[in-house]
Every structure is written in C-alpha cells, then in structure tokens.
C-alpha cells in the first residue's frame, strides 16, 4: 500500500526526470570551450534563450604599413574571441545579431564589437 500516489506513476515520473536531466547535461556540453560558440551576424532559426549583450572593444595606435589591412582583421579576430568567451561565462553557446565597428580618430583605432549571448538548445524531431 502507498500513501502518496502509485508505484507506476512514480516509475514514469522519475524515467521522464532522468530524461530531463540527460537533456540538460547534453546541453551543457554544447560550447563547452570559447572556440565552440557559434556566432552569427543576423537571427538564427534554432530554438534559444535570451542570456545578455555581450560587448569587446579595442583602442590602438594607428600604424602607417602595407601590413595595416592585416593588423585591423586580427583586431576584429580579437575581439570575436572575447565575445565569444564572454558568452560562454555567461552560460551561453552562441551570439546572434554579431556587429563589428571601427573608428580612426586622431592616430587612434577604436574597434567596437557587440552581440546576444544566447543558450542554444537541441531539439528532438
């Protein structure tokens, strides 16, 4: 005799908890190092959640060589990396609606970068 419910119904509720919890712990393996956050510069069409604006910004000497074009594409390489590891400290497994900025003012360099950290999530078709 149980007090609090059948036997079966406890039997399903905790096989659908332990579903619940491997799901969660597939989740927490997407994005697991900064290389693995996926970024995007417009919406995605995947179902996420919302976590936070992620920003990175870059202030430089502005260099006169033919290497300039270079020096400016590692600066925006730089600062996709620290978003992406600002995502994922915040829990999240990718950024979307990604925008890069750059300003020359004076001998300067201001290079800007900024996106939505989002938590990805896998779904079962």
């Known amino acids: ?35 693995n956050v996926q970024v995007s510069t417009g919406g995605i069409n995947v179902n996420h959640d919302v976590l936070t604006v992620v920003f990175a910004k870059s202030v430089r000497q502005k260099m006169e060589s033919d290497d300039e074009a270079i020096l400016e594409t590692v600066g925006f390489e730089n600062l996709l990396k620290e978003l992406q590891q600002k995502a994922l400290d915040v829990g999240g497994n990718g950024i979307i609606h990604c925008n890069f900025t ?17 938590n990805i999530k896998i779904t079962r078709f």
């Open 102 to 118: 750059e300003h020359f003012v004076d001998n300067r360099v201001y290079q800007l970068a900024y996106g939505t950290a989002v």
């Open 1 to 35: 005799m149980t007090f609090f419910g059948n036997n079966d119904k406890r039997a399903v509720r905790d096989k659908n908890r332990e579903e619940y919890v491997s799901e969660q712990n597939d989740q927490k393996r997407i994005g697991e190092t900064w290389e």
